[in-house]
């Protein structure tokens, strides 16, 4: 029996009909919420039968026996899903670069471009991804000594524009930002690129947050929290409800360091993201 209920646990609900009636031909007549997966599965072997008994229960308690299969298995589905952390938010922070936008390509050769122009040793590949993401003030420090921040910040905004055929948009930016005003979301993009020169890219990427700090807005950029910090202050969030989304462990140390959630695009994180769209399908319906 502990088999055939575990068996439940390796089919997706696209599964269910058609092998439900091959396992009753081969095995009989079988409680048919023990195919059911996630939190209504049956735990996997080695627990003990109380603890398999109380899967069963929970499941019962969420699904109606008498529904049929296909709804039971919708049903359970919807109760597993309603526990989804990221539904209960009271704002969403991104980041930018890698989030919603592609820059890579563009502040390499911004300042590969500026290093050679100033006379500086020429920034390669590597040196540019060792200090990818940490800011302008590293940027400074790694290739431009003899200029201040300020100075800096001037000459990224003044080229910035003859690199922007570098740009990518991420695919899905304009759909979210439409879906978290339809559900009254507030929304904030946090970079530690310079303010001006990220509202010039997150306005080309079709993105539409309520507000924006960049990394020329606080004394330290992330991996600190103060950005995130600023941003839902700026929101009206409280930062232990808000969820930062972000592709760097920059991102997720500057997130628990505010005491936020963090949603991880490709890295690890209270919850992962293949792609920026997969969180429309965690904050459910409008």
């Known amino acids: 029996m502990l088999e055939r209920l575990e068996l439940g646990l390796d089919l997706g609900l696209h599964e269910l009909p058609h092998r439900v009636a091959d396992h009753e031909l081969r095995f009989g007549p079988l409680d048919h919420r023990s195919f059911l997966p996630g939190a209504c599965a049956a735990p996997a072997k080695g627990r003990s039968v109380a603890s398999r008994r109380g899967a069963r229960q929970r499941c019962a308690a969420a699904v ?49 471009a500026l ?60 759909e979210v930002f439409s879906a978290l005003r339809r559900r009254g979301l507030p929304s904030a993009v946090v970079t530690n690129t310079p303010a001006g020169m990220a509202r010039a890219l997150v306005a080309r990427a079709g993105a539409t947050p309520d507000a924006l700090v960049g990394g020329t807005d606080v004394a330290r950029p992330k991996p600190a929290p103060d950005m995130v910090l600023l941003a839902c202050e700026r929101l009206g969030a409280a930062p232990a409800a808000s969820w930062v989304v972000g592709d760097t462990a920059f991102d997720r140390d500057a997130a628990r360091a505010a005491g936020a959630r963090f949603a991880g695009l490709g890295v690890a994180g209270d919850v992962s993201l293949a792609r920026l769209a997969d969180l429309l399908a965690h904050l459910g319906p409008a």
């Not at 980041?95 to 050769?109: A, I, K, N, P, S």
């Not at 100033?118 to 920034?123: A, I, S, T």
């Not at 940027?139 to 300020?150: I, L, Q, S």
């Open 64 to 112: 109606p026996e008498r529904l049929p299969l296909a709804s039971r298995a919708r049903g359970c589905e919807t109760a597993r899903r309603a526990g989804d952390p990221v539904r209960n938010a009271a704002a969403i922070l991104f980041d930018l670069d890698g989030v919603l936008v592609d820059t890579y390509e563009v502040w390499f050769h911004l300042l590969a």
């Open 115 to 174: 290093a050679r122009e100033l006379g500086y040793p020429d920034v390669t590949r590597a040196a540019f991804q060792a200090g990818w993401g940490q800011g302008i003030e590293a940027d400074v420090r790694r290739f431009f000594p003899r200029h201040t921040v300020p100075a800096l910040e001037r000459l990224y905004a003044e080229r910035l524009d003859a690199h922007l055929d570098h740009l990518g948009v991420v695919e899905g930016v304009a």
